[in-house]
């Protein structure tokens, strides 16, 4: 917590806040001091794997994996001097509840998979170190999550997951995780990466990594089901990385950027990609930005914004510390349809806030600031003659400078939905005025 949201917090707490808010602020505090930390810094949280399953529910896919499938298939150290890495491999049905099934037993085997998950090791016990530094020990499978996504499972993950059916011809899984620090005062930077997956065959004896023009480095997998893990530094990124299983052909770990993303992503001139405006979190989270980049044809394009790392926009896992780059990211290229007349194109984005997809707390930042979940985003790009835009709503107005390079603006507010239609008003260079209405919806 940063030293200014901490004294918020106490004074709040000190002055004795009446009402509900006030409740709030004195209940909602941060897990128990932990016991001291190991030599390398890390805080064991939870020293033995959860042993029950998870509740199980009408909404959502559950894990019931074999114990006599899962073996721990490779561990290496860590080049930073933490905890080693490890992968280890299970075989689970994939099982729905319905209506009135209260265990796990109870609900219908709808499908089997081969998973791989990434972990970590501490005193034997395989589990994850989150962005806090705080080691949780987590049994195999989903965490209870509802769906797959992103950077290899649900968002209710305690480890990363990557599971394929059996029953479906086998593809080899390659991905590159990019660790974060601590994600919660507001400025984020990448700490690490680590490569991890699965050979499409369980025969197969090694997987070779390369990084563009570097030379590959081979790895002999250990494991007796093709699984692989390989840390790397900070600044790698997943499409930059190939991985070649038996010399075979090269899986590429990430997208090229540019090489399409959703319909209609533009071509761009190479070397034009640039991080060129932010707005902090209401709630103290990530700031959030947008890229701008020109089109071949020379019209400037931006972004839908997300959560900035570094120089890079995706999105933070809160609970993992993982961080996803949005690459490509999908692009608005207003071109000729900015006039004077109509100087700015604006796109709003949603976010229904981690507590809300996760059911999990709020973040501290949120209630310590009292903020809505959610958040909505105004951006976009606006004409040369533009000076200022204000963004008028019914909560109040905001102004800002578009970016000198493209004329890219972006705010970021609390909440989910406006309560009123929002307004975009136009400073031109000759003082006169321009308002538009921001269209609202999907």
Request: hydrophobic content about 35%; overall charge negative.
């Given at each position: 917590m940063t030293r200014s949201l901490r004294t918020l917090v106490l004074s709040a707490l000190a002055?004795?806040?009446?009402?509900?808010?006030?409740?709030?602020?004195?209940?909602?505090?941060?897990?128990?001091?932990?016991?001291?930390?190991?030599?390398?810094?890390?805080?064991?949280?939870?020293?033995?794997?959860?042993?029950?399953?998870?509740?199980?529910?009408?909404?959502?896919?559950?894990?019931?994996?074999?114990?006599?499938?899962?073996?721990?298939?490779?561990?290496?150290a860590d080049p930073r001097g933490g905890p080693d890495w490890a992968v280890r491999t299970f075989v689970a049905d994939v099982r729905q509840a319905g209506f009135g099934d209260r265990t796990l037993a109870e609900t219908e085997v709808v499908g089997r998979n081969r998973c791989v998950q990434l972990g970590r090791i501490v005193e034997d016990e395989f589990g994850w170190v989150d962005a806090q530094r705080?080691?949780?020990?987590?049994?195999?499978?989903?965490?209870?999550?509802m769906i797959q996504r992103g950077t290899g499972g649900g968002p209710g993950d305690a480890a990363p997951v990557r599971c394929r059916?059996?029953?479906?011809?086998?593809?080899?899984?390659?991905?590159?995780?990019?660790?974060?620090?601590?994600?919660?005062?507001?400025?984020?930077?990448?700490?690490?990466?680590?490569?991890?997956?699965?050979?499409?065959?369980?025969?197969?004896?090694?997987?070779?990594?390369?990084?563009?023009?570097?030379?590959?480095?081979?790895?002999?997998?250990?494991?007796?089901?093709?699984?692989?893990?390989?840390?790397?530094?900070?600044?790698?990124r997943a499409h930059e990385v190939t991985a070649r299983f038996d010399g075979g052909e090269p899986v590429r770990l990430g997208?090229?950027?540019?090489?399409?993303?959703?319909?209609?992503?533009?071509?761009?001139?190479?070397?034009?990609?640039?991080?060129?405006?932010?707005?902090?979190?209401?709630?103290?989270?990530?700031?959030?930005?947008?890229?701008t980049a020109r089109r071949e044809d020379g019209a400037w394009c931006v972004s839908q914004p997300a959560?900035?790392?570094?120089?890079?926009?995706?999105?933070?896992?809160?609970?993992?510390?993982?961080?996803?780059?949005?690459?490509?990211?999908?692009?608005?290229?207003?071109?000729?349809?900015?006039?004077?007349?109509?100087?700015?194109?604006a796109s709003t984005g949603f976010g229904a806030g981690s507590d809300v997809i996760n059911g999990t707390p709020p973040p501290f930042g949120r209630v310590a600031l009292r903020t809505l979940p959610g958040t909505l985003t105004i951006s976009g790009l606006t004409h040369p003659d533009v000076r200022l835009v204000t963004i008028a709503t019914e909560r109040g107005d905001r102004t800002l400078a578009p970016s000198a390079r493209s004329g890219a603006f972006v705010a970021v507010f609390d909440g989910d939905f406006p309560a009123a239609p929002i307004e975009l008003i136009a400073t031109m260079a000759d003082g006169s005025t321009v308002t538009q209405s921001l269209e609202m919806g999907f």
């Open positions: 002055v004795g806040v009446a009402g509900g808010a006030g409740v709030a602020l004195a209940t909602q505090s941060r897990e128990p001091e932990p016991p001291p930390s190991r030599p390398d810094g890390v805080v064991v949280v939870r020293a033995k794997a959860p042993t029950q399953p998870p509740p199980v529910s009408v909404d959502r896919l559950a894990l019931a994996v074999e114990e006599d499938s899962m073996a721990l298939e490779q561990r290496v705080r080691f949780r020990a987590v049994a195999p499978g989903w965490g209870g999550s059916p059996t029953d479906a011809r086998p593809e080899a899984v390659a991905l590159l995780e990019t660790l974060v620090d601590d994600p919660t005062d507001g400025e984020t930077e990448p700490i690490a990466t680590v490569a991890w997956g699965l050979a499409a065959d369980s025969e197969t004896d090694r997987v070779a990594l390369r990084r563009l023009s570097d030379r590959e480095r081979s790895l002999r997998l250990d494991g007796r089901r093709g699984a692989f893990v390989a840390p790397a530094g900070a600044d790698v997208r090229l950027p540019g090489s399409g993303g959703w319909p209609g992503t533009p071509d761009l001139r190479r070397g034009t990609s640039r991080l060129e405006v932010r707005a902090p979190d209401p709630s103290g989270g990530p700031a959030l930005g947008a890229i959560q900035v790392v570094g120089e890079r926009i995706g999105w933070v896992n809160l609970r993992l510390g993982i961080f996803s780059e949005a690459n490509p990211p999908n692009y608005v290229c207003p071109g000729d349809r900015l006039t004077p007349q109509q100087p700015i194109e």
